[in-house]
């Protein structure tokens, strides 16, 4: 089954405390993004990657980091983690280059940062 | 300053009626928008989409209007089915690698 997947779906941690959101895509597709989603904003871009080892910032990429060392693989890291990281974040993927190509979302997963 | 804007939260349609979801841009260098419809737990999907040099998709049952003069879009949903139940994304392609997105408006349908 054609999909994106993230993990955990739900991780509860604190101030500081180093993570890794994972996220996995089956369709070989070359780009992909990360979004958070904050009542009353929408989703809001974080990175993004157009190929393997080709990574860009997105509007909000304060306090994240993100690699794309393989096609399928682009995992959200956050070195320091604070409160305002609270928030639903989504990875996204789609086929080619064209921002307006349908993009695949994974579950979500939601982050509490104490 | 959010650049495209769903004012609408919320929606609530009887079954089988037309629901209308709105959409209010502010930027006119934006030349492609999309919908996507977002379930509880999910993550968003793709809807339809539009091109600026139309004013009208129509894909089934959803239909998406462009008013470029009016710098809005609206999509239309007939009839409206307990499934259509969800939360409403429009988001316009504002760089190369880029949407923007609007808030969402929750759209119930009632039975």
């Known amino acids: 089954e054609a999909q994106v997947t993230q993990n955990p779906r739900y991780l509860i941690t604190v101030t500081g405390k180093k993570l890794t959101v994972t996220c996995s895509q089956n369709m070989n597709h070359e780009y992909m993004s990360w979004y958070r989603q904050d009542p009353g904003l929408g989703l809001r871009q974080i990175y993004y990657?157009?190929?393997?080892?080709?990574?860009d910032k997105g509007d909000v990429p304060e306090g994240y980091k993100v690699s794309r060392k393989e096609k399928r693989n682009f995992p959200l890291i956050l070195e320091s983690p604070s409160p305002n990281q609270t928030s639903l974040y989504f990875c996204?993927?789609?086929?080619?280059?064209?921002?307006?190509?349908?993009?695949?979302f994974g579950p979500g997963t939601r982050l509490t940062v104490l | 300053d959010q650049q495209v804007k769903q004012n609408s939260p919320s929606l609530s349609v009887q079954e089988g009626r037309i629901s209308i979801l709105n959409c209010d841009y502010t930027n006119s260098m934006f030349d492609y928008f999309l919908w996507y419809k977002k379930y509880p737990a999910e993550g968003p999907t793709f809807l339809i989409s539009i091109s600026s040099i139309k004013d009208k998709n129509e894909d089934g049952r959803f239909t998406v209007f462009l008013n470029k003069s009016a710098k809005h879009l609206s999509l239309h949903i007939v009839p409206s089915q307990p499934g259509d139940s969800a939360v409403y994304f429009c988001?316009?392609?504002?760089?190369?690698?880029?949407?923007?997105w609007g808030a969402g408006t929750k759209l119930i349908i009632k039975p």
């Open positions: 996204a993927s789609s086929f080619g280059g064209a921002i307006i190509n349908e993009q695949f």
């Open positions: 990657s157009m190929n393997v080892e080709a990574t």
């Open positions: 988001a316009a392609k504002g760089g190369n690698y880029q949407l923007i």
